[in-house]
Structures are given as C-alpha cells and as structure tokens.
C-alpha cells in the first residue's frame, strides 16, 4: 500500500525436482522492507511479514469514516476519533496469532463454520468481504463504546476488555443476528470473565424481541448483556455526551459469573 522494498529468493524451475520429493516453496526469504528507514509500519518490519498482518493493516486504512456523516460538530466528534485512532493503533501491533483469532471470532460464517480448522490465519490470503465487514464492525463498536469508557484492545480475550471491571467486549458480525448469536456461544467459551456481546447484521437492523428470546447464556451462572450495533450508534448520535456516557457504563455492568 506504499514505497517499499520486497527481497526474496526464486528457485529456479530448471532446479526444482518434479515430484513428491521436493516440496520446497519457489519463493523464499520473502521479506519487507521500508523504503525509508524511519517508517514505522507493521507491514514493513525489514523481515518476513505474515499474511494476516498485511490484510489486517491494509483494511485499517480502509475504514469508513464514522465521524463525518454522524457527528461533525457533536459533544462526542472529539471522544469518538480519539477512540477511533487508539483502537486502530492496538490493532495494528497485534501478533498475527492474536489478530487472526480476532477477526476469525468477528465474522459469523467463519465461526460457525464445522470444518474450520485450528489455525484462524492459514487461509488469511483468501480474506475478503466477511472477514472486511467483521473487522470493520469491530471498529465501529469499540470505538462508540471507547470513546466514553476506557478499554483495552491488547490484553483482552475476546475484542477489548474494559479495564476498569474486567468485562469483555466482543463484537460478531453475520447475515442475521440469530447467526451471530449462534457464533457468540462458541467465542463465549474462551473466557470467564463476564461479557458484553455487540451483533450486527448485513443490514445493521436492530435486535428484536423475538430474536432476544431464543438467545440463552451459553455459560450457566455467568454475565452477558447484548446489544447491537444499531443501538449503539442510534444512541450516540441522539444523546448528550453524558447520556451516552452512561448508556455505556450501564452495558458494560455486567453481573459475573456467580461462585457456588
């Protein structure tokens, strides 16, 4: 996505044993490196860079503007593109490991998925408009949600965990909020900590109350509050900073799990 310099190493085909053999990739050492030596950009570590990393940054230059159209000139412009700048940055710098689970979490059909396969970044050369609207999702919710509370997109189990309480944020994106749902009782099982779970469908409908009804806490005795992603701009966008403030607090007062 800008100057750099790619080194690397071809095999040869002359060389390369036609058979079961030889096994060996035709390109190695594949390595990035700036154009500039004082450029600091995950996707030009002057070494290999891992797929995951590249389609991650690559999309993080790509994300919509939220601020623009929904709150030029509002109490929370401000909030909201500090929080929008920090969540990105934390993303940026993720381990390709940490990032893959990430976004392999935030997209439905992905977690859903019964032949998905352990490793969430071996295919990450194949990413596309699930996983970009998965992403994509996560950044909108953690930003909202960051702009009036204070979280942590680096040391969490799920997307973001705020600090202040120890509850998780963890944002799922898929065709229907039942999906979602269906995906979020699986990511769920990663942690005990107590969870705020944000869906959002291809249409950023909101939840409704028959949907609400069929969703169970995958995990007896433990905290969950949902909401969607709706909500939580439809809100931000009609209240005070204060209001949404403690719209916020009141979603992220989730009961833990109870101890017996």
């Known amino acids: 996505m800008g100057e750099c310099i790619h080194l690397l190493e071809v095999r040869i085909p002359l060389f390369v044993v036609p058979d079961s053999t030889d096994r060996t990739a035709p390109l190695e050492r594949a390595e990035v490196f700036p154009l500039n030596p004082p450029v600091d950009d995950p996707r030009i ?24 159209p929904y709150f030029g000139g509002s109490a929370l412009e401000t909030p909201i593109r500090t929080s929008h700048r920090a969540i990105v940055a934390s993303y940026r710098r993720l381990p390709s490991q940490r990032l893959a689970l990430k976004i392999h ?43 009036v509370a204070v979280i942590d997109a680096t040391a969490s189990e799920l997307h973001a965990r705020h600090t202040a309480n120890g509850v998780e944020i963890a944002a799922v994106c898929g065709s229907t ?38 969703f169970a806490d995958p995990r007896p005795n433990a905290g969950v509050t949902f909401t969607d992603s709706s909500a939580l701009l439809s809100k931000a966008r009609n209240s005070t900073k204060d209001q949404y403030e403690a719209f916020i607090m009141e979603l992220l007062d989730v009961r833990d799990k109870r101890i017996i």
């Open 105 to 147: 979490s935030a997209t439905a059909a992905r977690a859903n998925d019964p032949t998905r396969i352990a490793d969430p970044a071996i295919d990450a050369d194949e990413w596309d408009v699930a996983e970009r609207h998965g992403l994509r999702h996560v950044m909108q919710a953690l930003t909202l949600i960051g702009s």
């Open 45 to 68: 570590p002057g070494a290999a860079v891992s797929a995951a990393v590249k389609w991650a940054n690559d999309e993080l230059d790509n994300i919509p503007d939220l601020i623009a």
């Open 177 to 214: 909020h039942s999906i979602c749902m269906r995906a979020f009782s699986i990511l769920a099982r990663s942690t005990y900590s107590p969870i705020l779970f944000v869906s959002r469908d291809d249409n950023n409908a909101a939840v409704m109350p028959r949907e609400l009804e069929s």
